[in-house]
């Protein structure tokens, strides 16, 4: 919890003694124990409102699917181009061995001759 280690909370705390002092320190931690205490009950009741006003429906949620580190866009462009029936795998159109289309012949000139590609140097 914040980046704090045994160590440091241990040298915080004799930092804590020596600053408040021995005489101060019981009230300060008294009223540090009930801050604690009406914040859970602030967070507790902030939660029961949000579990009352998105009703029961929001167990239903699988929220490890929402998790953007799960965000693969090849999968979701995939899922979004194929047809449903795609997905089950009983599609009616035959599936081509690449999805990929091949690429363009190369350019030949007059006689038949494959000469290079044009080179547009002020293509960026």
């Not at 181009?81 to 190369?106: F, K, Q």
């Not at 290079?116 to 140097?121: G, K, L, N, W």
């Amino acid at each position: 919890m914040f980046g704090i280690n045994g160590a440091e909370f241990v040298v915080l705390l004799v930092v804590a003694v020596i600053v408040i002092g021995p005489e101060r320190l019981p009230r300060y931690a008294e009223q540090l124990g009930a801050f604690v205490r009406t914040a859970r009950g602030f967070l507790k009741d902030a939660k029961s409102r949000v579990d009352e006003e998105l009703g029961p429906e929001v167990g239903d949620v699988d929220w490890s699917k929402l998790d953007p580190r799960q965000y693969d866009p090849r999968r979701i462009v995939r899922e979004a181009l194929l047809d449903d029936d795609d997905l089950m795998g009983t599609s009616s159109r035959p599936r081509s061995a690449s999805p990929v289309p091949p690429p363009p012949p190369a350019p030949v000139d007059a006689d038949g001759v494959r000469v290079p590609a044009p080179f547009d140097d002020e293509a960026t």
